[in-house]
């Protein structure tokens, strides 16, 4: 089956034809740049059929991996078996999966999602530096930034002290030493967090040439999605597996999309890229998303930008308007009002095109003041607040059950099993007993929870049944499918029996929902003749657990969370200054890289839209008088010192 490439346009034909050597495409929003980086990868898996090799898609969601992994999969069947499409954080774990032992590694080292299980770590690490150094003045919540950002930037343990002190930073030995101290518990813990995900994996590959050269014969083509989201390690790890004698290296990029500063996105890493790879540049300026008049303040907006790259061309609209009043301006006395005018001019349009719209703004207490607002105009909003962990007793306790099986001296995930079983059933069940039973006997956790629990006596029928069928199956043979399946079965039973809130209930069924639906992109990414316990657990660790928006509810989002997506009907709002730009961004100075970034978080935010855009504004927001933002005046929207709507 030949693919149809009839309905791209010229640039996104080159783009999908360039066959080898290294390329940036330049793609401005709504540039079809997904539908470019499929056909590429279909294209080349079409035309070599019979052959071995595989092809790496990097992007940076979990929901963009698969969202092109379907399309490919839709171009060419069975694609699968030649590519890995993934995120930067799960190919390390895969890598460091396979060949983390080099290192000091097991293949089932967990994932620590949650700051909280970080700072434990941390404060056992503080606790062996004061012994070395005496006194520790910094607090673990202190320290923990610089933790993070010396594994951003992937420095070796021993190194440390001798960089900080190259960077005249106070207390250099006491923080290095801490550093230093930090990893080595996580190896020896066999855990890691994100960052130490991706220093890891450039220790790995920097030590060990012979596993970069099997990464290149296996793949000799990789693609990159949003590029300039990449913080140093990322790229660091590109550079690392990308063969240096044929650099077959496709970077899909948008200057004008750098939203992730704080995380260690730069735009000097494209200069960097230009740099260390002779590159050719491709540019997809067409939008075939936007109305003709947000591309007209769009292009005007971003030319502001410093970090601006003055040879791009401008956005290219492509889509008619269908409608009047494209844009709208509206201010208001307060933010309140604001809020509320915004609530009910949802709630005037038709019921089934409501969760066709989103509302935008730069932060959530702005967004909680919307929803409010919604909720009282009967309009039902939702707020996409990232979830690290189940929460829901039911889940909580399965999620540590199968940690537990994976880990059976873990006590942590010990004391999770029995505090979300006594939350399930109110029966208490000692964790410093069951250990001292687990180290007289066999020395697993698992097994003496289970001999601690069917002891009780308060357990009624069903329980026990479950405790000696279910949990022996998962602690003797591991079948954590059959444990997942039963659990479910047996959770469906507790929660009928009508001692449960509703919200509980609730919760739960959104839970297992979200489970449901992670355990398939895990699946989906690896095959599930790959998925043993181990890698099931790494897989659900990489991502958030944050449920599904309700049907026809109508999303507020913050322009961070919205990237990406696109709406028929987007609300901009709070757009004054000290919300957007942030205050943070006007003290740094109109020409710092904080104003820059702001400046692009309104591009991104303008540029999801479909049919049409209202921004709105206040001229007291939270107590505090404010003024228009510059942003506005920029896209000649409002006029300096002038309050007038347009």
């Not at 019979?50 to 171009?75: C, D, P, Q, V, Y």
């Not at 008049?293 to 502001?304: G, T």
């Not at 307060?334 to 709630?347: G, K, L, T």
């Amino acid at each position: 089956m030949m693919i149809d490439l009839s309905s791209l346009n010229a640039n996104q034909l080159e783009s999908v034809n360039w066959n080898e050597g290294p390329l940036l495409v330049l793609a401005g929003p709504g540039s079809g740049k997904t539908q470019v980086l499929t056909y590429r990868i279909a294209r080349i898996i079409e035309e070599s059929a019979g052959k071995h090799f595989r092809i790496l898609g990097i992007t940076f969601t979990n929901r963009a991996a698969t969202e092109m992994r379907k399309r490919i999969e839709s171009l060419v069947p069975n694609a699968g078996e030649r590519t890995l499409l993934t995120t930067f954080h799960s190919f390390c774990v895969g890598l460091l999966r396979q060949h983390g032992h080099h290192i000091g590694l097991r293949p089932d080292f967990t994932i620590l999602s949650q700051e909280v299980d970080r700072k434990s770590v941390l404060n056992d690490a503080i606790e062996k530096t004061r012994k070395e150094y005496g006194e520790v003045t910094y607090r673990c919540e202190q320290l923990l930034p610089f933790i993070t950002r010396l594994l951003d930037y992937s420095v070796l343990a021993d190194s440390a002290i001798e960089v900080l002190q190259e960077h005249n930073i106070k207390s250099a030995e006491v923080i290095g030493a801490t550093y230093k101290y930090y990893r080595k518990l996580m190896r020896a813990n066999n855990e890691l967090d994100f960052s130490g995900l991706l220093a890891e994996t450039i220790e790995l590959l920097q030590e060990k040439p012979a596993i970069r050269k099997q990464i290149n014969r296996i793949y000799p083509f990789i693609c990159v999605d949003e590029f300039q989201d990449t913080n140093l390690a990322q790229y660091r790890i590109l550079c690392n597996i990308t063969n240096p004698s044929s650099e077959n290296l496709f970077v899909v990029a948008d200057d004008d999309q750098i939203i992730y500063q704080w995380n260690g996105a730069n735009p000097e890493r494209l200069k960097e890229l230009r740099g260390d790879f002779n590159l050719s540049v491709l540019q997809l300026p067409e939008n075939y998303r936007c109305p003709p008049e947000v591309i007209e303040i769009a292009n005007k907006l971003i030319k502001y930008n410093l970090t601006h790259d003055k040879n791009k061309l401008d956005l290219i609209a492509r889509k008619q308007s269908n409608q009047n009043d494209v844009i709208q301006v509206k201010n208001f006395v307060s933010f309140d009002e604001e809020a509320d005018w915004v609530a009910s001019d949802i709630a005037l349009r038709a019921k089934e095109t409501r969760c066709n719209c989103v509302v935008l703004a730069r932060n959530h207490r702005l967004l909680g003041e919307v929803l409010t607002k919604l909720k009282a105009h009967n309009v039902l909003g939702y707020i996409a607040v990232r979830k690290d962990e189940f929460v829901s007793n039911p889940m909580v306790w399965l999620h540590a059950m199968l940690r537990l099986a994976n880990a059976r001296h873990d006590r942590e995930q010990l004391r999770r099993v029995c505090k979300s079983f006594s939350d399930l059933k109110g029966i208490i069940l000692i964790v410093e007993d069951i250990i001292s039973d687990a180290e007289a006997e066999e020395g697993d956790f698992l097994r003496a929870w289970q001999r601690a629990a069917l002891q009780k006596e308060q357990l009624d029928t069903e329980t026990k049944q479950f405790l000696i069928e279910a949990v022996s199956k998962l602690a003797d043979k591991l079948d954590f499918w059959t444990f997942i399946k039963d659990s479910f079965a047996w959770f469906e039973k507790q929660l009928g029996f009508g001692s449960v809130s509703n919200n509980s209930i609730t919760e739960y069924e959104e839970e297992k929902a979200t489970w449901n639906n992670l355990t398939n992109e895990v699946i989906g990414e690896l095959g599930r003749d790959q998925i043993t316990l181990n890698v099931l657990l790494q897989g659900l660790d990489l991502r958030s657990k944050t449920p599904s928006p309700p049907d026809g509810a109508v999303p507020c989002y913050t322009i961070h969370a919205s990237k990406g997506m696109e709406f028929d009907h987007v609300y901009l709002v709070g757009l004054v200054e000290d919300q957007i730009p942030s205050w943070q961004a006007r003290k740094r100075g109109e020409n710092s890289d904080e104003m820059q970034e702001e400046r692009r978080n309104c591009f991104v935010a303008i540029t999801r839209v479909q049919q049409s855009l209202t921004l709105t504004y206040s001229h007291r927001v939270f107590g505090w008088a404010t003024e228009p933002s510059r942003f506005l005046k920029e896209m000649e929207l409002v006029h300096h010192n002038s309050n007038k709507s347009k």
